[in-house]
C-alpha cells in the first residue's frame, strides 16, 4: 500500500462502514460515487483490500453475514453497483450538489460576524513556536461565584445556547480536546464538534473534528462501546480518544483491542511532578508527538486549577471563559488556583491575564486573554 493510501482518516472512514455491518467492496464502492472529494482526502487508490485490512481485527471480533447499502446491488461482472434512480448521500459528502440533504438536528450554528473577537486568541502557526510543544487554549464555563458544578460529580449545564456554539467552533480549530477523568466519568461526553460544515455535520470525512484526549491515570474510565463517544464515533461524527494512563493502570487487555479498533488508543506516561501526578510538559509533549499541534482543553476542576498554578502557566497560551448570570452557591467545584507568595510571604495574586477582551454573548459574557508572556 502506497502512502496515499494510507491516509488515516480515509482508512478510519472506510474502517468505521465495516463496523456497521457492511461489506468492504460495497464501501469502496460508496466511496468512489465521489471521487473528487475521495481525491482530495487522499484516497484516490483505495482498493477493497485495503477496506478489508484495516477492520481484519474487527472482523475476527465480529463474525457474522455483511451487507451491501442500501440503494446498491451486487451485479455478477460489475460487482456492486447503485440501483436505478436512488440517490444516497454519499459517507464522504453528498455525491450530487443539486440534491439537498438534511443535517442532523443537533448541528450548531456560529455566525460568522461572531468570529473576530476571538480571532487572535485562536491556534496560529509561528516559526519560533517550540514544536515540541502544541498551542493550548485552556476554555471552561463558570458562574459568578467561580463555580463549575452544583457539587462534585454533577453535570451542571451553565452555557447559553450562543456560548455553546462558540465552544463547539473552537472545537473545530484544534487538533485535540483534552478533559481530566472525572469529567468522562460524570458526563459521558461525545467530546465532538456539532458545527455545521465539519465532518458528520455537512463536511468531509472528519474534517474539523478533533481528537479527544482523557487524562485517566489509574484507568477507571470504564469505557464501552456504548460510551456516548463511541457511538459518536459509529456514527461518524467524531474521533476515537487518546486516553493517558499511568503504569499499573487498571485497563484490561480486551479494553485496549476494543479501542484500538474504534481508531482509539491508551498512551502511557512515566513523568510525574513531586505531587505524585504526571507532569503537564510530558503530557504536552507526548501529544505534540503524535501530531497534536493544538489543545483545547475543557476541564474539569482539578485540570483547570492545576493548570492555573504558576508552575504550568507557561504552557497555556490563551484563555476563553464563559461567565454565566447565575450564582450556583457553596459545595459547588469552583476554580481557585492555590496562592502565590512573594519573597517575604506575603500572598499575592495566583495569576492575572494579559491583552484582556470582555465580548458579550446572549446572555454570557466571554473573557478572553493572554496566559504566556510574548516570546
Known amino acids: ?43 484516490q487508490h ?12 474487527w472482523r475476527q471480533e465480529h463474525p457474522g453475514e455483511l451487507v451491501c447499502h442500501e440503494g446498491y446491488e451486487f451485479v455478477k461482472g460489475k460487482g456492486f453497483v447503485k440501483k436505478d434512480d436512488w440517490c444516497l448521500q454519499s459517507i464522504l459528502g453528498s455525491p450530487d450538489p443539486s440534491k439537498d440533504t438534511q443535517p442532523p438536528a443537533n448541528t450548531l450554528h456560529f455566525p460568522i460576524e461572531s468570529h473576530s473577537f476571538l480571532q487572535s486568541y485562536l491556534p496560529c502557526s509561528l516559526d519560533t513556536r517550540d514544536p515540541s510543544l ?19 460529580g454533577t453535570q451542571t449545564i451553565l452555557s447559553g445556547p450562543e456560548s455553546k456554539a462558540m465552544t463547539h467552533f473552537l472545537r473545530s480549530r484544534h487538533d485535540a480536546i483534552l478533559v481530566g477523568v472525572g469529567t ?5 461526553p461525545g467530546l465532538n464538534c456539532r ?10 470525512g472528519w474534517e474539523g473534528q478533533p481528537r479527544p484526549v482523557i487524562v485517566d491515570p489509574s ?32 485497563v484490561a487487555p480486551n479494553r485496549i483491542e476494543m479501542l484500538k479498533q474504534f481508531g482509539g488508543t491508551y498512551l502511557g506516561l512515566l513523568d510525574y511532578n513531586v505531587r505524585g501526578r504526571f507532569r503537564w510538559e510530558a503530557i504536552l509533549k507526548a501529544l505534540a508527538a503524535g501530531g497534536i499541534k493544538s489543545l483545547m482543553i475543557e476541564g474539569g476542576g482539578t485540570v483547570i486549577n492545576e493548570l492555573l498554578n504558576s508552575e504550568y502557566a507557561d504552557f497555556i497560551d490563551s484563555v476563553i471563559v464563559t461567565v454565566a448570570p447565575t450564582y450556583l452557591g457553596r459545595g459547588g467545584v469552583v476554580v481557585s488556583p492555590e496562592r502565590r507568595v512573594d519573597g517575604a510571604g506575603r500572598p499575592k495574586a495566583a495569576l492575572r491575564f494579559r491583552d484582556v477582551k470582555w465580548q458579550p454573548l446572549g446572555e454570557d459574557v466571554v473573557m478572553c486573554g493572554k496566559v504566556k508572556a510574548p516570546s
Open 195 to 204: 458545527i455545521a460544515g465539519v465532518g458528520g455535520y455537512g463536511g468531509l
Open 184 to 188: 468522562a466519568v460524570a458526563d459521558d
Open 46 to 57: 483505495l482498493s477493497r483490500n485495503d477496506v478489508s485490512n484495516t477492520s481484519a481485527a
Open 134 to 152: 502544541p498551542w493550548v487554549t485552556l476554555t471552561y464555563a463558570t458562574s459568578m461565584d467561580s463555580a463549575l458544578t452544583l457539587a462534585p
Open 1 to 43: 500500500m502506497d502512502k496515499v493510501k494510507r491516509n488515516s482518516v480515509v482508512m478510519d472512514i472506510a474502517k468505521s462502514e465495516v463496523m456497521k455491518g457492511y461489506m468492504s467492496s460495497s464501501v469502496v464502492t460508496l466511496m468512489k460515487e465521489s471521487e473528487k472529494k475521495l481525491a482530495i482526502a487522499g484516497g
Open 219 to 250: 484507568g477507571r474510565w470504564m469505557l464501552t462501546p456504548n460510551s456516548r463517544i463511541l457511538k459518536t464515533v459509529k456514527e461518524g461524527k467524531g474521533r476515537a480518544p487518546w486516553i493517558v494512563i499511568a503504569p499499573g493502570a487498571n
